[in-house]
């Protein structure tokens, strides 16, 4: 089966710097990639996902690129607020519209 | 346009009983999938419910199990509890439209087994 890691578990920065996750996945068949922000209490969040046909894409502060021959993909995030302040998992799926596995998560913290 | 509900909200059992955890699809979705999140961790597919019927499991004993109603929404059994099911019981609901591969989670049922 798949197997999604993430890095780093937790990271911390200064309001208003930028902040990236990575993760790598092993399944090759892999197709659609969510990242999801998850608060304290809550359940996750899409904020922004990609499929494999394209290499890039951005939403404002958000941006995610996948690298599918080193298969791995990374989240962006610029000009980071204490509201960013979350954990975040990145996910890997097969075109199946079956099951997401998971990374472990990163704890991004913010700092004003 | 409502979200993903689920409920209870919290829950403490005891080794060896039984739970029902419930969750409402969003509206227009027709598949649910359950998720289970230890601390720390990320989610851990369970399984996923589509038309009624089980369409796929993950590494979860028999003793997980679920069903679907014609409203969408869905039901996780769980039997004889063991400690480790401590955890938080995620559902996730996606309307299986092709290019719509998106799951949208609910809230969260957090179980805890003494």
């Known amino acids: 089966g798949e197997n999604v890691e993430q890095h780093p578990s937790t990271l911390s920065v200064q309001e208003g710097d930028s902040a990236v996750i990575k993760c790598t996945y092993s399944d090759s068949a892999s197709n659609y990639f969510p990242w999801y922000k998850q608060e304290l209490g809550k359940g996750p969040q899409l904020i922004i996902d990609i499929r494999s046909n394209v290499g890039e894409k951005k939403d404002q502060r958000i941006a995610v690129t996948l690298n599918k021959t080193a298969k791995h993909f990374s989240l962006h995030i610029t000009e980071t607020q204490p509201e960013d302040s979350a954990v975040y998992f990145c996910a890997a799926s097969s075109n199946n519209f079956n099951k997401f596995y998971f990374g472990s998560g990163t704890k991004l913290n913010v700092k004003p | 346009e409502t979200g993903v509900t689920q409920s209870p909200t919290h829950l403490i059992k005891t080794r060896g009983q039984q739970v029902t955890l419930r969750c409402s699809s969003q509206s227009g979705h027709n598949t649910v999938s359950w998720y289970q999140q230890a601390l720390g961790q990320g989610p851990q597919f369970i399984f996923q419910?589509?038309?009624?019927?089980?369409?796929g499991r993950g590494n979860f004993p028999p003793r997980f199990s679920g069903l679907q109603f014609p409203n969408y929404s869905s039901e996780l059994n769980v039997n004889a509890l063991e400690l480790d099911d401590s955890a938080l019981y995620l559902c996730?609901?996606?309307?299986?439209?092709?290019?719509?591969?998106?799951?949208?989670f609910g809230p969260g049922t957090r179980l805890l087994v003494l």
């Open positions: 996730a609901s996606s309307p299986r439209l092709a290019g719509e591969e998106t799951q949208y």
């Open positions: 419910y589509y038309r009624e019927e089980e369409n």
